[in-house]
């Protein structure tokens, strides 16, 4: 090791010391990050008889309506003599669907185009796809319904290689898709109200349907779907998917405000997936010797146990999902004994791992570092080893690591590595556990 490495890492270990760390282990690969299995016929086989016709059903029906979906296109290809679909344009879905202007922006002709826009795009399934321009032009016929999703940066073998490259992201949670569809639409139905808005409405209810044909057995959703295996087949907490659509659900289930249009079966279908998706949540709780902790971005749909996600997104404990359904578990009325318990473990487990007088920025070379900063605001680490509790960090290539330094640049520079959005969800449970007193053990 060269002279100036050593040095830096004693100075580290030294720092890390006078802040309350043990001096880290030498760095080394710990690990490689397992593939995750896709749900398929054979693995339902393995489950306990009783279980295993509703799961059987789950994936005819999704292999139903993935041979629907693309018959369809096709159906619009050999009608206009087009030899492959056609790619729309891709951006942000997210940024060309505003939710937050004034409520009667939403009955003004661009949201109106806007709407015509989404309900073009919305697939036969009734879902949408990520990273979709939806502030250009209505779908035209032969158009995909999904722009050109692959990632940029693909290695052997990796996770993220979809199985056709010719379908992919057909209908997702991925990054807000379909959530922020149907919450764009609800607006524009409230502002224009029942005699104009019958199109946006069956789109509106359509998409529901979807989330509902998507929900899986014992109450998680896929990141995908109809299904497109390996992780994307996952219970997906990675960026707030699941807790995006629990608040959906939860929010039409009250018929209030944007919402009030639904009819009374749609709050009622909404109330009852909403149950089951609670239950999902509190089911994939990890559970460290005996105390429930927090989450995994992915868990495996029929273990339950944490799954992988990307190449570098390793079975763990996170951080910021796991506030995230912290946050949405606090918003629910009348909490059940199990969730107001669930809660304060998972505060606990927050409030253990958190990193203080460290601050994570980026040096002059445009490279992020964790660095000594007495007094600054709490953070933690992405990733936790599940038993230890120590941050991880993974690699492209697999590989997982205990020292940041350890990963490519690449790596370095393309994820938050350590986060303090956890420190909100901390200042909301000190409130909401004044209200939800944990409760003393019984002898």
């Given amino acids: 090791m060269a002279p100036q ?17 043990a001096p880290p282990a030498p760095a080394a690969v710990i690990g490689t990050n397992p593939p995750a299995l896709s749900l398929t016929a054979d693995r ?33 290809l050999t009608a206009h003599k087009l030899q492959a679909a056609i790619l729309p344009p891709s951006g942000r879905s997210t940024s060309s669907l505003p939710l937050d202007k004034p409520a009667d922006w939403y009955g003004g002709s661009n949201a109106l185009r806007i709407a015509d826009i989404i309900v073009s795009f919305q697939t036969p399934a009734g879902g949408w796809s990520k990273n979709l321009d939806m502030s250009l032009h209505p779908r035209a016929p032969g158009e995909a319904f999904a722009p050109d999703n692959r990632s940029r940066i693909l290695g052997a073998a990796d996770f993220d290689t979809p199985h056709d490259t010719n379908w992919n992201y057909v209908g997702t949670f991925d990054n807000d898709a379909t959530m922020t569809q149907m919450r764009f639409l609800a607006k524009v139905i409230t502002a224009i109200g029942p005699d104009r808005s019958d199109a946006y409405r069956k789109a509106f209810l359509h998409g529901l349907g979807y989330i509902v044909a998507a929900q899986y057995p014992n109450g998680g959703w896929p990141q995908v779907w109809p299904l497109e295996g390996g992780y994307h087949d996952m219970i997906t907490y990675n960026d707030d998917a699941v807790v995006n659509l629990l608040g959906l659900l939860r929010d039409v289930a009250r018929g209030t405000n944007d919402f009030a249009f639904t009819p009374f ?25 005996g105390h429930h902790t927090v989450w995994c971005q992915q868990h495996d749909p029929l273990t339950l146990q ?5 190449n570098y997104e390793m079975p763990s404990q996170v951080s910021s999902e796991s506030a995230e359904i912290m946050r949405f578990l606090m918003t629910l009325t009348r909490p059940s004994p199990q969730i107001i318990a669930d809660v304060h473990t998972a505060a606990a487990w927050f409030e253990k791992t958190k990193i203080t007088d460290m601050a994570w920025q980026r040096d002059d070379a445009g490279q992020r570092r964790l660095v000594h900063q007495p007094g600054s605001s709490p953070i933690w680490a992405r990733y936790y080893e599940i038993g230890t509790d120590r941050p991880i960090f993974g ?45 003393k053990p019984t002898n």
Avoid at 70 to 76: P, R, S, V
Avoid at 266 to 289: E, F, K, P, S, W
Wanted: proline share 4%; with cysteine.
């Fill in 395 to 439: 690699d492209r290539d697999k590989t997982i690591h205990d020292q940041l330094e350890e990963i490519s640049p690449e790596r370095r520079r393309g994820y938050a590595w350590y986060r303090d959005s956890p420190k909100r969800m901390l200042e909301e449970y000190a409130v909401w556990s004044k209200t939800h007193p944990q409760a």
């Fill in 306 to 310: 944490p799954a992988s996600g990307r």
């Fill in 265 to 289: 079966s749609a709050r009622m279908m909404a109330a009852n997936n909403l149950r089951n998706g609670v239950d999902c949540l509190l089911a994939t709780q990890i559970v460290v010797g």
């Fill in 44 to 76: 339902i086989a393995t489950l306990p008889t009783a279980q295993q016709r509703a799961w059987t059903e789950y994936l005819a029906r999704s292999d139903e309506q993935l041979r629907a979906d693309q018959a369809f296109l096709q159906k619009e």
């Fill in 5 to 21: 490495r050593q040095t830096s890492l004693i100075i580290r270990a030294l720092l890390l010391t006078a802040c309350g760390f």
